[in-house]
């Protein structure tokens, strides 16, 4: 079992930077990927960002080349790096764990935290 609490959210204006965190406890967290997906209103969860645990990254369109997703296995935790916000990220953003691939359909994944609100002002 894993337990996933994220912290790093807020209220920013649009062009400005937040960090999200995800610290995750239970099973050995270097054996499993970790992703950030998010959510707005009305609208299904989607995907950001992918790690895998080699260290292997993959990113939705919509956020390459503004996000990054890292993670430090000495504590536990993944990060989410997000610059030049748009009002268009503007979601609860949540972060999973993946036990079996990288993969970025949250049906993948096993674990999920409770979320994080992230609200981009124009």
């Known amino acids: 079992q894993v337990q996933l609490v994220e912290s790093g959210g807020g209220l920013v204006q649009a062009g400005g930077s937040l960090r999200l965190s995800c610290a995750a406890s239970g099973r050995s967290f270097s054996s499993y990927a970790m992703g950030w997906f998010r959510q707005a209103p009305g609208k299904e969860r989607e995907f950001v960002a992918v790690?895998?645990?080699?260290?292997?990254?993959r990113y939705a369109a919509s956020v390459k080349g503004r996000f990054t997703i890292s993670r430090d296995n000495a504590k536990n935790t993944v990060y989410l790096q997000m610059n030049t916000l748009k009002p268009e990220d503007t979601a609860v953003y949540y972060c999973g764990a993946d036990f079996d691939s990288w993969g970025s359909s949250w049906h993948e994944y096993d674990y999920w935290g409770q979320g994080t609100q992230v609200t981009v002002s124009s």
């Open positions: 790690i895998s645990w080699t260290n292997t990254t």
